[in-house]
């Protein structure tokens, strides 16, 4: 698999764990089946996604920029779904983590 290919199912790692985070909100504690089960089965598809990329990608360069990617997004979708806008200090911290990410796949060591 490509360098190319790994950074697609990366991508495909931060759709599923956003979808997975989104349908988490919506499903109310796990009360309600269907969000319930959508939730589990992105989940699963996203490790599997991440494990993919970790055939190329070191394993701490690929669940920092997983984890940051998906932070970020998961952040958008939760003020286009579901109203919840960040306050200041919380946009500085989000500022920082697409920092972090970025110093990781620019500036760190592969």
């Keep these: 698999m490509s360098l190319a290919t790994s950074y697609v199912f990366l991508i495909l790692a931060v759709v599923l764990g956003v979808t997975s985070n989104s349908f988490a909100k919506s499903a109310e504690g796990f009360t309600l089946l269907f969000p319930s089960i959508i939730t589990g089965i992105t989940i699963v598809m996203c490790m599997y996604a991440l494990s993919m990329v970790m055939k ?18 998961t952040v958008v979708v939760g003020i286009i ?5 960040p306050n200041l200090y919380s946009i500085i911290g989000l500022a920082l983590i ?12 592969n």
Excluded: E, H, K, W
């Design 98 to 109: 697409i920092a972090g990410v970025l110093m990781v796949n620019l500036l760190g060591n």
């Design 81 to 85: 779904r579901f109203n919840q806008v």
């Design 56 to 73: 190329n990608i070191p394993m701490g360069i690929t669940y920092a920029s997983f984890a940051g990617l998906t932070i970020i997004s």
